[in-house]
């Protein structure tokens, strides 16, 4: 018996995990490989830097205009994370944190949610405590194959290439908010 999909612009899903999307009110993220691709670039007078798809960027916007809310949650530190975050209109930022799983509780209670309600998306091993607490655990296409095995959606757009996105239009569309509209570049 073929299971029953719904068909997205990112191929088709399967209906019991689209439907899981509908209840998602919160989304983490972790940052090096979900948001960027996992490089890192260190210049010769230690300064970072990192790239940011502004397709991601607008997902977040998206997600945020909707009554959704993001947090990241990253192992490393960095003033570039924090200053995108900002100017995306991310308040929940956890840096610096091995503990990722007590930063989700600790979102969950302070938005009073349960887990189905709750989507985390990471990309490597630190990452799967959330996904394996989450209504909905996703991974990039381009993530670990074990994290990927532990997700419950695999995007088909890399980490730093869309993947944020994929997943803010997914949970966007099964809730019936998806509204494509012209804006800034973010």
Known sequence: MALATVSTWYGDINEALFARMKAIKLVICDVDGVFSDGRIYLGNSGE????????????????????IAVAVVTGRQSKIVEQRMHALGVRDIFQGSTEKLAIYHQLAEKYQLENSQIASIGDDIPDV??????????????????????????TSMRGGFGAVRELSDLILLSQGQLQLQGGVSL
């Open 48 to 67: 970072e830097l990192k790239a940011f798809h502004t397709r991601d960027g607008l997902g977040v916007k998206a997600l945020l205009n909707n009554g």
């Open 129 to 154: 405590v959330m996904l394996q607490h989450s209504g909905l655990g996703v991974a990039p296409q381009d993530a670990h194959p074990w994290v990927q095995q532990q997700a419950d959606y695999v």
